[in-house]
């Protein structure tokens, strides 16, 4: 309970996104000042870009002792032993009017990230994987409701570190195969990713799967951009996309989600079938300075493109900020299905390490048949 006050602590400037779910003139207004930056893009400073041969221009790396290495009773890590990595963006924990990026040395946004981010969410894939999670100039919350052009400029120049920091990683992990996640924020550069850098390269054949969660991506825009990365169909599937957002039966959506993509984080299918809570094995949540699974907490069902939760059944949420509004789980996207995600990413992993073995097995016999 502490941490989910210590959080909402930390977050105090964005209960007011509740008035923009109603959209009425005084609320919207106070938001807007509230949490908008006071000059355009071009006229602030721009926060210094960080150096990614710098370890300490990241939140996560195999070297660190970082805030993605512990697990909670039940699961073990495997980063020590890996033969896959994964390359994890952060949502947005920025939510300032100082600035529309994120200046690295912002303690209070980075301790938050660490604590809620990297070890209630990038922490999920140390079962699979090695976890780098750079650090970047991440947009201001603003940025999403801006509609000047500030917004997206901020965005642009977010994806100009993510995509320096994609390349320190490639460089680091050689011809290792990986995974690209994230959440939000770190969701939409995971697609502009796959889209710019991944789709149609040779990298594409070391993508084991992508985890841009917690973002509305059209299902006939993906099929369109992405149309060698499909979404995932099975639990098995390799080098396709799961994506989904968590709400509630009350919630009141920012947007129509109708053609949406939702996987369900608990069958790992797309096909509508309501999973029931005993079926979920494990989410996650926080006593005092621990992490503790607790079972049975959340059903799903995708529906008209939404991964709708119709109870949490757990006080250890009682406390949550609602940041977004009643029945918005968003921010619970990866806790609420924490060990379905750490067991589910091993999964892929395997599957895709033995189709590598079985297809490098098939090259080399027909090459030991011509010399014998």
């Known amino acids: 309970m502490k941490r989910w006050l210590a959080i909402a602590s930390l977050l105090v400037v964005a209960v007011l996104l509740a008035g923009f779910l109603f959209r009425d003139a005084i609320g919207f207004f106070a938001l807007r000042l509230a949490i908008s930056p006071k000059?355009?893009?071009?006229?602030?400073?721009?926060?210094?870009?960080?150096?990614?041969?710098?370890?300490?221009?990241?939140?996560?790396?195999?070297?660190?002792?970082?805030?993605?290495?512990?697990?909670?009773?039940?699961?073990?890590?495997?980063?020590?032993?890996?033969?896959?990595?994964?390359?994890?963006?952060?949502?947005?924990?920025?939510?300032?009017?100082?600035?529309w990026n994120q200046p690295l040395d912002d303690a209070d946004t980075n301790d938050l990230t660490d604590s809620l981010v990297l070890r209630g969410q990038a922490s999920a894939f140390n079962g699979c994987c090695r976890i780098f999670a750079p650090r970047y100039r991440q947009a201001t919350f603003f940025s999403f409701l801006d509609e000047s052009g500030n917004g997206d400029q901020a965005l642009d120049l977010a994806f100009s570190?993510?995509?320096?920091?994609?390349?320190?990683?490639?460089?680091?992990?050689?011809?290792?195969?990986?995974?690209?996640?994230?959440?939000?924020?770190?969701?939409?550069?995971?697609?502009?990713?796959?889209?710019?850098?991944?789709?149609?390269?040779?990298?594409?054949?070391?993508?084991?799967?992508?985890?841009?969660?917690?973002?509305?991506?059209?299902?006939?825009?993906?099929?369109?951009?992405?149309?060698?990365?499909?979404?995932?169909?099975?639990?098995?599937?390799?080098?396709c996309l799961v994506t989904w957002n968590s709400v509630g039966p009350r919630v009141r959506h920012f947007e129509d989600p109708a053609g949406n993509v939702c996987v369900n984080p608990l069958s790992w299918s797309t096909d509508g079938a309501r999973v029931a809570h005993e079926s979920n094995a494990g989410s996650l949540n926080f006593s005092g300075d621990g992490m503790q699974l607790e079972g049975a907490v959340a059903d799903a069902q995708c529906v008209d493109g939404a991964l709708i939760v119709q109870e949490i059944r757990s006080d250890a949420y009682a406390e949550m900020p609602p940041i977004m509004g009643r029945d918005n789980f968003h921010i619970l996207d990866v806790h609420l299905f924490y060990r379905s995600v750490h067991e589910n990413a091993r999964r892929r992993t395997s599957a895709y390490l033995a189709a590598r073995a079985e297809a490098t097995s098939a090259i080399e016999a027909p090459e030991a048949a011509t010399l014998d």
């Not at 960080?50 to 805030?67: K, N």
């Not at 990298?203 to 084991?208: A, I, K, N």
């Open 161 to 239: 570190d993510v995509e320096a920091a994609f390349d320190s990683f490639l460089e680091r992990i050689g011809d290792r195969p990986f995974i690209l996640a994230g959440h939000s924020q770190g969701s939409l550069h995971t697609e502009r990713l796959l889209r710019e850098r991944v789709s149609g390269t040779p990298l594409l054949e070391r993508l084991v799967a992508a985890y841009p969660m917690g973002y509305w991506f059209n299902e006939e825009e993906l099929s369109r951009e992405l149309p060698d990365v499909p979404v995932c169909g099975t639990a098995n599937q390799t080098g």
């Open 39 to 99: 000059q355009d893009f071009n006229e602030m400073p721009t926060p210094a870009a960080p150096d990614y041969a710098d370890d300490g221009a990241w939140g996560a790396l195999p070297a660190l002792d970082d805030p993605t290495d512990p697990t909670p009773p039940g699961l073990e890590s495997g980063e020590d032993t890996a033969e896959v990595d994964v390359f994890f963006l952060q949502p947005t924990t920025y939510l300032s009017p100082a600035s």
